[in-house]
């Protein structure tokens, strides 16, 4: 389960998280979540190295940046506690995210998840922070580009072989931008090629490399809402390879 930064962006959005996360363990479910950092903070610590440096230190940088996920999920953790379950907040190399040593950009090689199956036998609700890893080339803690908490979930799924829900301000995969068109629809389903198509040509909704990650790992992805239960969108094989039709219009 993952949530976008407008999804934890205050103290009671992350309590509403945790809830979210705690029902799911208590309908039976394995529970993996895995969060954004705080509402904008990523642009406030990127502004902020900008009024350190003019031309910030990419390891610094990266050092500098995946602390916003980090604070996130040790309050979500916090806040599960409270709710009397159990609960672990893993920063990205101690999750075992593997990446290469491209900072700002990395690309997950692989995940090492005995750390997450271990805190799951426990009983625990594990929390990864999102949109981080670790190099083993470099030792050093990497980040994923913007929007990589997406990626962050994806590759988390794959790699447990779970499913994956991606939480954010909005109930699913409109044909518009629903904050641009009011009467923007809903699509029930569309296929990993349509979202590839949607998420390169400017439809924020998903991280493309996320959708790459999915397709490429069949990972099916459920996008939905955290402030609602309305099914959402499900990215997933398409049914035919080719189908002329206009599935959304995206700008950038
Ligand atoms: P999060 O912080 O949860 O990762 P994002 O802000 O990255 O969420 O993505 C959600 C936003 O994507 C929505 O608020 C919406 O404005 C925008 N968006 C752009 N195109 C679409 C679309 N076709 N369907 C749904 N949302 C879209
Ligand atoms: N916090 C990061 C960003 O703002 C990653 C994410 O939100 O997924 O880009
Ligand atoms: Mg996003």
Same mark, same amino acid.
């Given at each position: 389960?993952?949530?976008?930064?407008?999804?934890?962006?205050?103290?009671?959005?992350?309590?509403?998280?945790?809830?979210?996360?705690?029902?799911?363990?208590?309908?039976?479910?394995?529970?993996?979540? #895995?969060? /954004?950092?705080? &509402?904008?903070? $990523? %642009? +406030?610590?990127?502004?902020? *190295?900008?009024?350190?440096?003019?031309?910030?230190?990419?390891?610094?940088?990266?050092?500098?940046?995946?602390?916003?996920?980090?604070?996130?999920?040790?309050?979500?953790?916090?806040?599960?506690?409270?709710?009397?379950?159990?609960?672990?907040?893993? #920063?990205? /190399?101690?999750? &075992?995210?593997? $990446? %290469? +040593?491209?900072?700002?950009? *990395?690309?997950?090689?692989?995940?090492?998840?005995?750390?997450?199956?271990?805190?799951?036998?426990?009983?625990?609700?594990?929390?990864?922070?999102?949109?981080?890893?670790?190099?083993?080339?470099?030792?050093?803690?990497?980040?994923?580009?913007?929007?990589?908490?997406?990626?962050?979930?994806?590759?988390?799924?794959?790699?447990?072989?779970? *499913?994956?829900?991606?939480?954010?301000?909005?109930?699913?995969?409109?044909?518009?931008?629903?904050?641009?068109?009011?009467?923007?629809?809903?699509?029930?389903?569309?296929?990993?090629?349509?979202?590839?198509?949607?998420?390169?040509?400017?439809?924020?909704?998903?991280?493309?490399?996320?959708?790459?990650?999915?397709?490429?790992?069949?990972?099916?992805?459920?996008?939905?809402?955290?402030?609602?239960?309305?099914?959402?969108?499900?990215?997933?094989?398409?049914?035919?390879?080719?189908?002329?039709?206009?599935?959304?219009?995206?700008?950038?």
């Amino acid at each position: 389960m993952k949530f976008g930064g407008s999804s934890v962006a205050d103290p009671a959005k992350i309590q509403h998280v945790a809830r979210r996360l705690v029902e799911a363990k208590q309908r039976g479910l394995r529970v993996v979540g #895995t969060v /954004s950092a705080m &509402g904008k903070t $990523t %642009d +406030g610590l990127i502004d902020l *190295a900008h009024q350190v440096s003019p031309t910030p230190n990419a390891r610094e940088f990266d050092m500098l940046l995946s602390t916003g996920e980090r604070i996130a999920c040790a309050l979500v953790a916090m806040a599960i506690h409270d709710l009397g379950q159990v609960a672990i907040s893993l #920063t990205g /190399s101690q999750a &075992g995210i593997l $990446t %290469d +040593g491209a900072h700002m950009k *990395a690309k997950i090689r692989e995940i090492r998840g005995d750390r997450v199956k271990d805190a799951l036998d426990e009983d625990k609700i594990v929390l990864v922070a999102g949109f981080q890893g670790f190099s083993r080339d470099t030792m050093d803690v990497t980040t994923l580009g913007r929007g990589g908490t997406d990626a962050t979930a994806v590759a988390l799924a794959a790699a447990l072989g779970a *499913a994956c829900e991606i939480y954010s301000d909005v109930p699913g995969v409109f044909t518009a931008d629903p904050r641009i068109v009011p009467n923007a629809r809903k699509l029930p389903t569309i296929s990993y090629e349509e979202m590839l198509e949607m998420s390169a040509s400017g439809a924020k909704v998903l991280m493309l490399r996320a959708v790459e990650l999915a397709r490429n790992h069949g990972v099916r992805i459920h996008a939905r809402s955290t402030f609602s239960d309305e099914e959402g969108t499900w990215v997933q094989e398409g049914a035919s390879m080719e189908q002329p039709i206009v599935s959304a219009v995206t700008h950038s």
